[in-house]
């Protein structure tokens, strides 16, 4: 179509209407030519496949370096932290080529030349416009600080680093440290709860005979749900709604993918929509 526009206008300025009506059949004879060999590449789907696949390698390269980097913000890598990092390619599904090139990332930001300030500006410029992929690159070096279920000093002032090079401010960064505190409470109750539930499957017989058992607590409570909502606890109702949807909308494991993020790490999106999920329908209804 450009190309006829082209033809057309630069004919009728050299040649009126005879330079038109030529130049409009050489951009037609452009057009064509471009169509075909657009479509040959794959069309719009080949255009965009490999800016995707870009973008997914360099999520996945960037995150298990920075989360390397904060392994080692101690000094020394401790094992926690290693089995934390075993845990969360397990969970991806991490396996042959895959998960050598997440240990090959993670063992490069444990280095001395590693340049988080580097690493993570070119993060950012890829995604720049991505801000929901850019929030959860942040949620997820926070993950790794707390596996150890602290935070310490080192690794919040590198978690306060990599906020600051994103782009996210001083007052979201807290709000977001927040609702991960509150995330990773819930989600040790409900380990905490399925194990029990393992364990009275395996005993039941014998639990049976040996008196009443009162069950780890595995539901919420109303600060905790509050608080994975990124809410103090006298939010309205409406307060309450806005926030599950931009949460939900947010964390939609779908739409993360199409921006970027690494179909290895859509489990961790589910996830954390399930917990959002769980909190809205505590809410709802103890309302």
């Known amino acids: 179509m450009w190309g006829k526009i082209l033809g057309f206008c630069f004919g009728f300025m050299f040649g009126r209407i005879f330079g038109a009506l030529f130049g409009l059949y050489i951009g037609h004879l452009f057009d ?7 479509e040959k590449a794959g069309g719009f789907s080949g255009l965009f496949k490999g800016d995707v696949n870009e973008r997914q390698a360099l999520f996945f390269s960037s995150c298990f370096a920075v989360m390397g980097h904060i392994a080692k913000s101690n000094g020394r890598i401790s094992e926690v932290h290693i089995k934390a990092a075993s845990a969360f390619m397990d969970e991806m599904g991490l396996t042959g080529d895959d998960r050598r090139e997440a240990q090959y990332a993670f063992h ?6 590693f340049s988080l300030k580097e690493t993570v500006y070119d993060f950012k410029e890829l995604f720049a416009k991505r801000y929901d992929l850019l929030q959860l690159f942040l949620e997820i070096q926070i993950q790794m600080a707390f596996s150890d279920g602290i935070l310490a000093a080192q690794e919040k002032q590198i978690l306060q680093d990599v906020s600051k090079l994103l782009g996210i401010s001083k007052t979201h960064f807290a709000f977001v440290l927040k609702r991960y505190q509150a995330e990773f409470t819930f989600r040790q109750q409900q380990q905490k709860f399925n194990q029990y539930q393992q364990n009275q499957k395996n005993q039941r017989q014998q639990n049976e005979h040996s008196g009443h058992h009162v069950p780890p607590d595995n539901n ?12 103090d606890d006298d939010a309205s109702e409406q307060d309450i709604k806005r926030a599950y949807r931009k949460l939900m909308a947010q964390h939609h494991p779908d739409k993360l993918v199409s921006q970027g993020l690494p179909k290895h790490m859509m489990e961790l999106a589910v996830k954390k929509s399930q917990d959002i999920q769980a909190a809205y329908e505590y809410l709802k209804k103890a309302a």
């Open 32 to 38: 064509k030519r471009i169509k075909s060999d657009f």
């Open 108 to 113: 490069s930001g444990k280095s001395r030349d």
């Open 220 to 231: 919420m409570n109303h600060a905790q749900a509050f608080a994975l909502l990124g809410l």
